[in-house]
Nanobody, 128 residues
């Protein structure tokens, strides 16, 4: 069984919204930092957002005010609500789990900061 299962990607026009979901199956993740990353074609993977337990949230500068990360512990699901989408948001989006409570700042986060699990990715395409 996969440790993380993502869903919710799709194609939208600029200005539209999508909500990504990341279901997890280990209750230990309730207390851990969980984050979202994205990788656009030809670009490096970059951090998008993170939530510490189900509390403090952090965002990359490029998505502040547009994206909201949240976690529903009862449903064992991490979410990323994306509003006011722009073509530059087009990418494969991944959720990930870090071995610890504190999340790194997304703008500085690396793949190696999240070592517990990674999802398979869900594609988001935003057309102008």
């Amino acid at each position: 069984q996969a440790q993380l299962v993502e869903s919710g990607g799709g194609s939208v026009q600029a200005g539209g919204s999508l909500r990504l979901s990341c279901e997890y199956f280990d209750d230990a993740n309730n207390e851990r930092c969980m984050g979202w990353f994205r990788r656009a074609l030809g670009k490096k993977r970059e951090g998008v957002a993170g939530v510490e337990g189900d509390g403090p949230r952090k965002y990359a500068d490029s998505v502040k005010g547009r994206f909201t990360v949240s976690k529903d512990i009862a449903k064992r699901t991490l979410y990323l609500q994306m509003n006011s989408l722009m073509p530059d948001d087009s990418a494969m989006y991944f959720c990930a789990v870090r071995n610890g409570v504190r999340c790194p700042e997304p703008d500085a986060a690396e793949k190696s900061d999240y070592t517990i699990a990674w999802g398979q990715g869900t594609q988001v395409t935003v057309s102008s």
